[in-house]
């Protein structure tokens, strides 16, 4: 295996010195790249290869891919990569290019000014069902007494199918399947003093595939008690509660009842302190006085008055 690598090595590095006297039939061509290779990891397809080199040049690299339907039913037409026609780099993300799950082709070619190198073609065709489904990341919380997990958005082909359980003997597992990623989600509410699991895998639909199961991850929600001091304060509110409440009752009440009712207060020089039969008589002796005095009738209204 090392003995091959040394080999191709020698063999790429004598080409790469020889590129600006390599020809067929007097033109001057570039290499085609070499050692195609797709990584596929949660849906994400990367096309990569070795970059053609030319000593102060920028080599720009095309892709194009070749579905079963354009194979069959179109004459076998090549469709150049959505992002990769051209691109400087050797790699091409060919994601949105794989739509089916379906073998498909896939070739790269070289180009220096007016140069081009001849296809390099993938040896095996890629199919989007053997990319590698990995567990997403996970972020569990608590809020209060609710446990709450939010997962890594892997993009809406995936589903999740979350499993969590209350750590203890003979513990039922529960499941609850997550349609979207990065949004926080209420799996259920947690006993206190107790310790809650969970563990997590994705699904795949359109390929009809799952990751496996995260690691377990375990939370626990101490058994508080309230602090002396605030019972205490607690204590006191209440007890403040129960003499404000009746003492407004009855301010209101009072308030009320002069409202619709007020009572009018005679000033003192209006108020009678004797009996009404002694004002009477007093004021009979007042009168035959003052007849007795010659006073006239006038003057006898006004000593009445």
């Known amino acids: 295996m ?3 690598e040394i080999e191709t090595s020698l063999i790429m590095w004598f080409s790469y ?13 570039l290499p085609a790249p070499q050692n195609l290779s797709v990584q596929s990891t949660n849906m994400k397809h990367v096309l990569t290869w070795g970059p053609v080199i030319v000593p102060g040049e920028i080599i720009h690299y095309s892709v194009e891919y070749q579905g ?8 076998h037409i090549w469709i150049p990569s959505s992002w990769c026609s051209p691109t400087q780099g050797p790699e091409c993300d060919i994601t949105d290019d794989i739509t089916a799950t379906v073998p498909y082709s896939l070739r790269v070619r ?10 390099s073609t993938l040896k095996h065709p890629f199919n989007r069902n053997a990319t590698i489904l990995t567990p ?3 972020e569990i919380t608590k809020d209060g007494f609710h446990l709450v997990i939010k997962l890594e958005d892997l993009g809406p082909q995936f589903e999740f199918f979350v499993a969590y359980w209350k750590r203890e003997p003979g513990a039922k597992e ?3 399947m997550v349609r979207h990623g990065g949004i926080p989600v209420h799996l259920e509410t947690m006993e206190p003093g107790a310790a809650h699991c969970v563990k997590v895998r994705t699904f795949v639909k359109a390929i ?11 939370v626990k929600v101490q058994g508080e008690t309230l602090p002396l001091a605030l019972a205490l304060f607690s204590f006191v509110g209440f007890m403040l509660i129960l003499v404000a409440v009746p003492l407004s009752v009855w301010k209101m009440g009072r308030l009320l009842r002069h409202s619709c009712c ?12 004797n009996s009404p039969q002694k004002l009477i008589s007093c004021r009979r002796e007042e009168v035959e006085a003052c007849v007795a005095a010659g006073l006239s009738s006038e003057e006898l209204l006004r000593a009445w008055i």
């Open 17 to 29: 010195a020889l590129i600006p006297c390599l020809l067929v039939d007097g033109v001057a061509v």
């Open 262 to 273: 007020p009572v009018v207060m005679l000033p003192d020089t209006l108020k009678i302190t």
């Open 136 to 138: 997403p990341g996970m």
């Open 2 to 4: 090392v003995l091959e």
């Open 174 to 176: 529960h499941v609850k």
């Open 68 to 75: 079963e339907y354009e194979s069959l039913y179109m004459s």
């Open 110 to 119: 070289a180009t220096l000014g007016s140069l081009t190198s001849a296809w």
């Open 208 to 218: 009809g595939r799952h990751s496996a199961f995260s690691q377990t991850e375990c």
